[in-house]
């Protein structure tokens, strides 16, 4: 990595004590003022936001695969086009978030390496397979609708680079969603063949998505700290809450069910209540037992060594023109010097 | 469309030694640029975020495609993020000191002419 320029060379912070920036630091947070990357944080809080905020970007660039899996037998052009679409968005998302990793002073192919060394993790939805064109629907308005959900609060993240990368993302991710649920409306309002595959397909994912939010609050020991950071605005629990009460409504429009017998809507709390979910899966996905992870990563790896040649060849294409540009300038020098 | 207040990713270096123990030999990673969008004609560019690229010309066209895939844009410039001079966070209130305590520079500050039309 160049150190070719630091605004803050001629920084006082070190002309404060360690107490005095964590008061700083400490008023920031609870003016619900935003961290910016040139200010003093902990470490703990710099460690915390890299590990969020580059699996964060592993997953959206993991999370192309299972619907780049199905460009090439999209049903129509137009489906084509717009799953085209939407999995270029979810490169940008990833780049949006690597760059704002990049912030907090870790370098992107430190992250890349990370990510196929296989020592950072993604989003374990990634590592169920995208099985028939319903899928893709199902992907969408579950797996996104579940990651807007999680993403809206996070868009008033205390680090600011965080949160404004959250903004530009949810933005476009509110697409998706309908694309998806729009995929999903048109198969069960088609023959009984495809109600049934649009079905199938929420079967597999309703689960899958409901844990994105992350393990049960009792279960989640670094929840509160986030919390307390400000980073995080609401409890897993909370959100997947949230979740479910949205699409509980959406699932009745679509006409096709949630695979949930404990789901019933319940008075006195005001929310849906939802069954026990299969957390021993969770945890076997996350630690590489899915049914694709080592598909996922190995796909992520052969990428990027495939395309090593291309960035080499920008490289060495930027370093000629460079090159070039200098000569012509010491051979046009004396001719300046002339004139004036 | 939110901006950017500091070239955030200038300072990089610095805090990769002391968060990761410094980068490992034989990096060669593309320079950061960062990427400035023109919303609409009378508008000013503002900050859109950064990326890497090998030079100006495919930072040009990665800031495109990265941040006007939906028509935010009309000119696009980019600008090496280690060409970029940004003010000392830590000396805020030194550098902006002269600014503050002037409310008279306010037209809010002028009174008397409440009640008077077009003042």
Redesign the interface.
Known sequence: ????????A????DELTAEQLQERFDALIAADQRI?????MP?DY??TL?RQMSQHAHSEIIGMQPEGNWITRAPSLKRKAILM?KV??EA?HG??LY??A?????????MFEQLMSGRAKYSSIFNYPARSWADMGAIGWLVDGAAICNQVPLCRASY??YG??M??ICK?ESFHQRQGWEILYTLSHGTPKQKQMAQDAVNRFYGPALQMFGPPDDQSPNSQQSMDWKIKRFSNDELRQRFVDMIVPQAEALGLTLPDPDLAWNEERGHYDYGELDWDEFFGVIKGHGPCNQQRLQHRIDAHENGEWV?EA??E??RK??ERAARADTDTAPAGSEQR | MTSENTPAQAPVGQQSESATGGAPAGRHQWPMWEVFVRPSRGLSHVHAGSLHAPDAQMALRNGRDLYTRRNEGVSVWVVPTAEVSASDPDRRDAFFESAKGKEYRHATYYTKSEGVKHL
């Open positions: 990595m160049t150190t070719t320029h630091d605004p803050r001629a920084s006082s912070a910016e990357p040139t200010d003093w470490e710099r460690r890299v679409a270029q968005d940008g780049l949006y760059s704002a990049e912030t907090l002073g870790t370098p992107r192919d430190e600011g680079p404004r990368s903004v530009r476009e960035r920008a490289a294409y930027a023109m460079q």
